[in-house]
T-cell receptor
């Protein structure tokens, strides 16, 4: 199985900050990587697909980059509604796997 | 607007069979992979498996021996059965649509989720 390791697992930041969340794959996955946002009690919401394509309707302050084994989700200027848990997920090979999540909290 | 609505028993005893069904509203059943995912505090998000319209399935090897995913295209529904459950199967279970074309792969939308608790 391909393992996805997210860092950091917890992130404390303030409104207006620029933040980066990393996702490292245990083997190369090209750009078969998505990012999701999940708020408590809700289902995950798609933010970014194929590593860097912004899903329709998602604010442009979210961006994704990377390929191979190293990927990054960037939020350029944190808004109050962005405090949530973020997950990366790979589709390169079965079984499909997720990272363990990064919880973004208000400082 | 595509919506997924799921239902099934929320409380099971060890060794029983978990059974959930997901109805697809507002979308064609063809051209997508219909997926089950679960989320538990200890293991985070875990992909369970998927099915396409033809009935072809892909399962997570960690669950495959206990797992059956089936489809009823006449009703636009797909179902999950997981046998011999234990407390480790306690989780929120989601159904989701997976779009897959070249590099474009994503899960959207997801259902509201069902909490399934296994307890004696």
């Amino acid at each position: 199985d391909i393992q996805l390791t997210q860092s950091p697992p917890f992130l404390s930041a303030s409104v207006g900050d620029r933040v980066h969340i990393a996702c490292r794959a245990s083997q190369g996955i090209s750009i078969y990587l998505d990012w999701y946002q999940q708020k408590p009690g809700k289902d995950p919401k798609l933010l970014i697909h194929d590593a860097s394509t912004l899903q329709s309707g998602v604010p442009s302050r979210f961006s994704g980059s990377g390929s191979g084994t190293e990927f990054t989700l960037t939020i350029s200027s944190l808004q109050p509604e962005d405090f949530a848990t973020y997950y990366c997920q790979q589709f390169n090979s079965y079984p499909i796997t997720f990272g363990q999540g990064t919880r973004l909290e208000i400082k | 607007q595509v919506q997924l609505q799921q239902w099934g028993a929320g409380l099971l005893k060890p060794s029983e069979t978990l059974s959930l069904t997901c109805a697809v509203h507002g979308a064609s059943f063809s051209d997508y992979h219909w997926t089950w995912i679960r989320q538990s505090p200890g293991k985070g998000l875990e992909w369970i498996g998927e099915i396409i319209q033809s009935g072809t399935t892909n399962y997570n090897p960690s669950l495959e021996s206990r797992l059956t995913i089936s489809v009823d295209t006449s009703r636009n529904q797909f179902s999950l059965k997981l046998g011999s459950v234990t407390a480790a199967d306690t989780a929120v279970y989601y159904c989701a649509r997976r779009y897959s074309y070249g590099y474009d792969n994503w899960f959207d939308p997801w259902s509201q989720g069902t909490l399934v608790t296994v307890s004696s």
